[in-house]
């Protein structure tokens, strides 16, 4: 970490910010169901929600599938997670508050996520979220999404920030190789939707975060306490 204060924070949404799983494997049990099928546990499908609808897509019906049935149960997922967006999603527990203290400090925060805008900003603005952040770049705002570095970098632009004095946190490994790439600092989400299959402690980033309350530890005037 830098031997200086930090100025912003981006987060990544799904398994950094919110905890969305309930209503993204809600969305493909309904899937499920709907072909015949019995709904999966829970634990399952939690470590792949950070692969979006296609990832989880794949877990519920296989990698097998032809092309068009896949884009098929993606569009139909698609369809039913828009439906339910926000029954059960909310801040990971403890958010709120770093939020809170993020801005009492005067600490610019956003957020980077590859989710499509038509899901991201009705999200946000449920949970009124959405004022409150510096900026939102979802995964359709830029031609590239994450792990390129563009959207990253968008996001420094629109807080006016230098990437440098930038902390991206995120709990899947195109998170940190984005942050990476673009020169920013980086830490991995360790409560977000990490799978027994991943492996974090390789990924390079700068910090791994046990807790949302962490987080705070990189913007005190040592941060190198983060």
């Not at 830098?2 to 949404?13: I, M």
């Not at 490994?173 to 830490?187: L, N, V």
Request: charged share 25%; with cysteine.
């Amino acid at each position: 970490m830098p031997d200086h204060a930090l100025r912003g924070v981006l987060f990544d949404l799904d398994g950094t910010l919110l905890d969305t799983a309930p209503d993204m494997a809600g969305a493909l049990d309904a899937l499920r169901a709907e072909e015949g099928l019995p709904a999966l546990p829970f634990e399952r499908v939690r470590g792949h929600v950070s692969h979006g609808s296609l990832g989880l897509v794949r877990i519920g019906f296989g990698t097998e599938l032809s092309q068009a049935r896949t884009d098929a149960l993606r569009q139909r997922f698609l369809e039913i997670y828009a439906a339910r967006l926000c029954e059960g999603t909310r801040l990971f527990p403890g958010m709120d508050d770093v939020l809170d203290t993020l801005e009492r400090l005067g600490i610019v925060w956003g957020i980077v996520t590859n989710k499509p805008g038509f899901l991201t900003d009705p999200l946000l603005q449920a949970l009124n979220l959405f004022e409150r952040s510096h900026c939102v770049v979802s995964g359709d705002t830029l031609p590239q999404r994450k792990p390129h570095p563009a959207p990253l970098l968008h996001a420094a632009q629109l807080c006016g920030l230098a990437v440098g004095d930038c902390l991206y946190i995120g709990d899947a490994e195109r998170d940190i190789a984005a942050g990476q790439a673009a020169g920013m600092h980086t830490a991995i989400a360790n409560w977000g939707y990490i799978d027994a299959a991943d492996r974090p402690e390789a990924w390079g980033a700068d910090i791994a975060l046990e807790r949302p309350v962490d987080t705070l530890r990189c913007f005190t005037p040592d941060a190198r306490a983060c």
